[in-house]
């Protein structure tokens, strides 16, 4: 890595408590049901706090709980100021962030500004307003082209697939724009109430104690003017850097990023992450930095296969562009919209293995790490039935919905709702075999994945070696990578951790020091394929 970048683990203070924060992503729907009805709520992240203490991470990611019809399960906002029935209320919200505060957690939510609802009293304004008027301004909304206007304004598709546009009633037949589902109208940003309106949003959440925020669809947001037709190839290429694309990425994003920024920059030790889909490192740099986002997810390691070389390139494109802005890198390996690890490398026996190896890889690596409920149980994607997908999103090229990787936690007993409820009828149904995978079966097992995870993020925490804003990597074997946290020039303390990924189908040797934690037994004094260590 290059020297010379500016300083990460040094200026880390009380005020920046996230340079080097594991937190941990609670999917609000799955975690823990307190009220019986099958759904997860506030109370049930509060009554499972001792538990995320025991795990030893830093802060929370809550994902939506704002008052919603759940078409895209909470993604789809009605009021952002506000407590769906069904995940608790206000005051459920602020005992939650004082025991959380207790326990040492920070707290952070979504803010989801690239659309709302289309049950948001805004659209249903919109709706019952004339073309041209200001109540219609809050949204896009175009005449269709066509000599009736029965064609939509532009080629855009939505994420969710089929047309981005929706054709509204009679009397004058408008489309409105979503780039997700037609129940989720995209908002303008040029209009003064949007900004206004989330000026309000965030010091609500920032006033009732939040440490910070994910931002949804963070490259989102902005849209040109002329609303030009998009390249349809950029539709089915993740990223969709390398065509051209104007739904996503446009300049007047980092006017509304800076926007955010001068909010939370009023509330000392609060910070933002952006969902940023780029992967052009100059494009998603322009994102982070002192008057941008805190912080960016990069999404380069979910989308990289179990491979040494290849991750290995991953890492390194993930570092050069937070480097350079001077925040560091945050890393995930899955959350609410991915397939499980698990399952991405193999399922089974393997598919745990690799998934073990790599959250060790993810949790050496200098910056941020991101976990996703259920990970640290080893969970695997559900194969639902049809009938109980809930997700409005098309099913992928493997068939399967986003519902697969949120399928309510497992904490004790062995029949479902394994702890989750009280209630058998999950939203999502739980799988039987999952006994063998409960929180309380992993618990006192010290060769359990939940086991590894907390052991991992002591050592994170705890040893020095972990200090490093930078990585050196060393020679290794074909289908191996080895790499040692290394110091930048301000950076204070030595690291020194080393972080060895065998993906090959042989044991390897590993090189000297003191081994701190495999992800497998070693064989011989040999790391096994599919596996990690970390040495000091
Ligand atoms: C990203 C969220 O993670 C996803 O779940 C949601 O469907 C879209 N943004 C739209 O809000």
């Known amino acids: 890595m290059g020297r010379g ?59 939506p709980f704002y008052p919603s019809p759940m078409v895209d399960n909470g993604y789809d906002v009605a009021n952002p100021r506000g407590v769906d ?6 005051d ?64 855009w598709v939505s994420a969710f697939g089929g047309q981005a546009w929706t054709q509204v009633d009679e009397p004058d037949g408008q489309w409105y724009l979503h780039l997700f589902a037609p129940e989720q109208p995209d908002l303008n940003w040029e209009n003064t109430d949007v900004r206004q309106d989330f000026e309000r949003t965030m010091r609500f959440w920032l006033d009732r104690g939040v440490d910070g925020f994910r931002i949804d669809v963070a490259h989102g947001m902005a849209k040109p003017a002329e609303l030009p037709d998009m390249d349809l190839r950029a539709a089915t290429s993740i990223g969709g850097d390398e065509y051209f694309d104007p739904r996503f990425n446009n300049d007047g994003v980092h006017r509304i990023h800076e926007f955010f920024r001068s909010v939370l920059d009023a509330y000392p030790g609060t910070m933002a992450t952006g969902e940023l889909w780029t992967f052009d490192d100059e494009r998603f740099g322009r994102y982070l930095g002192p008057d941008q986002l805190h912080l960016g997810f990069n999404f380069r390691l979910v989308l990289t296969h179990f491979d040494a070389d290849a991750l290995h390139t991953a890492i390194d494109q993930s570092l050069a562009a937070p480097l350079r802005a001077g ?29 073990r190896s790599m959250a060790l890889v993810e949790l050496a690596l200098p910056g941020v790490a991101y976990l996703y409920n259920g990970e640290e149980l080893g ?34 007993d062995n029949t479902p709702p394994f702890g989750f409820s009280t209630t058998a009828d999950t939203w999502l149904p739980m799988p039987a075999e999952w006994a063998a995978l409960t929180v309380e079966s992993q618990l006192e097992d010290p060769s359990s994945t939940l086991s590894l995870y907390r052991a991992a993020l002591e050592l994170r925490r705890e040893h020095s070696a972990f200090s490093g804003s930078e990585i050196d990597w060393y020679g290794s074997p074909a289908g191996c990578f080895a790499f040692r946290r290394a110091p930048s020039e301000d950076d204070e303390g030595a690291g020194g951790l080393v972080c060895v990924l065998n993906t090959s189908a042989s044991p390897v040797d590993l090189p000297p020091g003191e081994l701190l934690l495999s992800s497998a037994d070693l064989v011989d004094g040999q790391l096994p394929p599919d596996a990690a260590a970390w040495l000091a």
């Open 5 to 63: 970048a500016r300083s990460l683990e040094s200026a880390a203070t009380e005020e920046s408590w996230w340079r080097s924060a594991t937190f941990y992503q609670v999917y609000v729907p799955s975690f823990a049901d307190s009220d019986g009805d099958g759904v997860g709520d506030l109370e049930g992240v509060r009554s499972r706090l001792g538990y995320l203490e025991l795990l030893g991470v830093d802060a929370l990611w809550l994902t």
């Open 85 to 90: 029935p069904r995940f608790g209320d206000l």
């Open 92 to 155: 459920a919200f602020d005992a939650l962030v004082t025991e959380a505060h207790a326990h040492g957690i920070k707290i952070t939510i979504d803010l989801v500004p690239n659309h709302v609802s289309y049950r948001h009293p805004w659209f249903t304004e919109a709706l019952g307003a004339a073309a041209g008027s200001q109540e219609r301004d809050r949204f896009l909304f175009r005449d269709g082209k066509g000599e009736h206007g029965e064609e939509p304004p532009n080629n």
């Open 327 to 355: 925040v560091p890198a945050t890393w995930a390996l899955g959350n609410h919209d991915i397939w499980r690890q698990v399952s991405r490398y193999g399922d089974g026996e393997v598919g745990v293995r690799r998934a």
């Open 379 to 412: 969970l695997p994607n559900v194969d639902l039935p049809p009938e109980a997908v809930t997700d409005p999103s098309m099913p992928d090229s493997r068939g399967q919905s986003r519902d697969a990787a949120r399928v309510p936690i497992p904490w004790q």
